[in-house]
């Protein structure tokens, strides 16, 4: 999936400032921190490897996604190739997640009305 051009100009979250602002969020010291994220992502990673489905309430569900095989055009010579089946990671977004980017979605356009009316 692509992003837009505006989806391009936000500030990406890397790990390190995850770690950061958790750290701030919980009490914890970074060191204590970068273990427990990369004990969530080690956990999420086997349970997903076993074949389980990972779910934290509200976030979302990580699971395992059959993808059928399909034939596609190759971008080499244009003959048919075919992509065969294979398994995938899924999320599927949780209620509050999703709230958070419907409010995101909201408050931008929010603030040009505003702007707009003010002039």
Same mark, same amino acid.
């Given at each position: /999936?692509?992003?837009?051009?505006?989806? $391009?100009?936000? @500030?990406?979250?890397? $790990?390190?400032?995850?770690?950061?602002?958790? @750290?701030? +969020?919980?009490?914890?010291?970074?060191?204590?921190?970068? $273990?427990?994220?990369?004990?969530? =992502?080690?956990?999420?990673?086997?349970?997903? @490897?076993?074949?389980?489905?990972? #779910?934290? /309430?509200?976030?979302? =569900?990580?699971?395992? #996604?059959?993808?059928?095989?399909?034939?596609? +055009?190759?971008?080499?010579?244009?003959?048919?190739? =075919?992509?065969? @089946? #294979?398994? #995938?990671?899924?999320?599927?977004?949780?209620?509050?997640?999703?709230?958070?980017?419907?409010?995101?979605?909201? +408050?931008?356009? $929010?603030?040009?009305?505003?702007? =707009?009316?003010?002039?």
């Amino acid at each position: /999936m692509r992003s837009s051009s505006s989806e $391009k100009n936000n @500030a990406i979250l890397g $790990k390190d400032e995850l770690i950061h602002q958790v @750290a701030a +969020k919980a009490g914890l010291n970074l060191k204590e921190t970068n $273990k427990v994220i990369d004990a969530f =992502t080690e956990v999420v990673r086997e349970g997903i @490897a076993q074949g389980h489905e990972v #779910r934290l /309430m509200g976030f979302g =569900t990580w699971n395992l #996604r059959n993808v059928a095989a399909r034939k596609v +055009k190759s971008i080499r010579g244009g003959t048919q190739i =075919t992509i065969p @089946a #294979r398994k #995938r990671v899924g999320f599927s977004v949780g209620a509050v997640l999703s709230q958070a980017a419907q409010d995101a979605v909201e +408050k931008p356009s $929010k603030h040009i009305n505003h702007q =707009t009316h003010s002039r």
